[in-house]
């Protein structure tokens, strides 16, 4: 924190003004303060070089929210807003245009006190964090175009985050444009959306070509689906992405970035938004699963096993495609659900309804039942697949035969 803070107040209640300035005679002695009303705005800032500006709010939102805006563009100084009344979307209005703080203009003197302080520590930080950026972008660590960490230190920055804060819970994405979107790709507008998606503890980085890596700690998987949504949304013009997501627990970074990859490239293959990353066993399973010998095996592991594939390989599949086909079978409710006994997809409309059920009968396997309805022929059929086979593009790819086959029955 500087020796010295000049302090600009600005307001056009000069009762007001006097008031709060003899709120703030509690600050140090060296420090000082600068009264002005919003016509002289701009150019006081200019004249006093101010460390932190004190706007009252305006009878007009809109002449408020353009001096704020007018001084975030000119300079990097703390901004507290001091409001007459509590509006929420005024509020955020501001917090959008770029103040830092804000209280009543009938605070207290400690509280005004106080906060003013606090707000010209965490400018000085907030200046520090500029200066190492500026070094991190001359020193080629952070891309000055993007503000994103660069792909040659990727490794290094995600890996010191995880041991820095013995990080074991999270999720790391890799996202890149669709094929429907790359005509309209750029990496600037990409890059803006994802620093604008994410939090301040996390991580985004480029990755090679069009691809870019996003470490969310202590984050599910519904939170990076979350996470994913904000940043199409950010991006705007109806912009597409795909995504391969993988767990970071108990992976190093090469492991994590090679399932996430892998998850990208089925994302892509399959044109599918995002995929979800096998995750490895944790235990061996080909003497449980492959083995036909006659020694006694512990069925309780394989219940563990389905119950872990229909967290992570069925439940995602099925939400997703539900996503997916909404949109394009028309007047068709589609249901899905897992439990205990089950996993079910369920396609109905006035002329068909058919069901897809997987279900755990014991031992290594599990049976799909597929049935359409009224009908007796090929398209009804019991599928039995290995605990080992069940993965997202098997799935997938039974899932969508059976809903086309759904569409040509009820055609």
Same mark, same amino acid.
């Given at each position: 924190?500087?020796?010295?803070? @000049?302090?600009?107040?600005? @307001? ?52 408020? *929210? ?87 230190? @990727? ?16 999720? &790391? ?11 309209? &790709? ?19 980085? *480029? ?38 997501? @993988? ?70 599949? &099925? &939400?997703?495609?539900?996503? !997916? ?49 009224? *009908? ?34 009820? !055609?």
């Amino acid at each position: 924190m500087n020796d010295k803070n @000049s302090i600009l107040l600005i @307001s056009d209640d000069d009762d007001l003004s006097k008031v709060i300035e003899s709120k703030l005679i509690f600050l140090r002695a060296n420090d000082s303060i600068v009264l002005s009303g919003y016509k002289d705005a701009i150019s006081n800032l200019k004249y006093v070089n101010s460390d932190i500006v004190l706007i009252h709010e305006n009878n007009s939102q809109q002449v408020t *929210l353009d001096l704020i805006k007018k001084i975030r563009e000119l300079k990097n100084v703390c901004i507290i807003l001091l409001v007459n009344n509590y509006d929420k979307d005024m509020i955020l209005a501001c917090y959008d245009a770029g103040i830092d703080d804000f209280t009543f203009s009938t605070a207290a003197d400690f509280e005004l006190v106080i906060r003013t302080v606090n707000n010209i520590k965490h400018n000085s930080v907030k200046l520090q964090a500029m200066r190492n950026q500026k070094l991190l972008e001359q020193l080629n660590v952070i891309d000055e175009l993007t503000g994103l960490y660069n792909y040659n230190y @990727s490794k290094q920055v995600v890996e010191n985050y995880i041991d820095d804060n013995l990080l074991d819970d999270g999720v &790391f994405l890799v996202v890149s444009p669709s094929e429907n979107s790359k005509v309209k &790709f750029s990496i600037e507008k990409m890059a803006h959306a994802i620093l604008s998606s994410i939090r301040v503890d996390d991580t985004a980085t *480029l990755g090679r070509g069009a691809k870019f890596y996003i470490l969310l700690p202590k984050t599910s998987f519904n939170g990076a689906i979350v996470v994913l949504n904000k940043i199409k949304e950010n991006y705007g013009d109806n912009f597409e992405i795909c995504a391969g997501i @993988s767990s970071i627990s108990h992976k190093s970074y090469d492991e994590m970035e090679h399932d996430a990859l892998q998850a990208l490239s089925d994302a892509i293959a399959t044109n599918a938004e995002y995929v979800l990353a096998e995750e490895k066993e944790e235990y061996t399973l080909d003497d449980w699963l492959v083995t036909e010998s006659d020694e006694p095996k512990n069925y309780k592991i394989f219940r563990q096993i389905f119950n872990k594939k229909m967290e992570k390989v069925i439940a995602p599949v &099925f &939400f997703r495609l539900q996503k !997916a086909w909404e949109e394009k079978l028309f007047d068709t409710q589609i249901e899905q659900f897992t439990d205990n006994e089950q996993c079910v997809f369920h396609l109905k409309n006035k002329k068909q309804d058919s069901v897809l059920r997987i279900v755990y009968p014991g031992f290594a396997k599990i049976v799909i039942y597929i049935n359409h309805e009224g *009908l007796d022929s090929p398209e009804n059929k019991e599928i039995q697949l290995s605990l080992t086979k069940i993965s997202q593009k098997e799935l997938i790819t039974i899932v969508e035969d059976f809903i086309k086959d759904f569409k040509y029955t009820s !055609a």
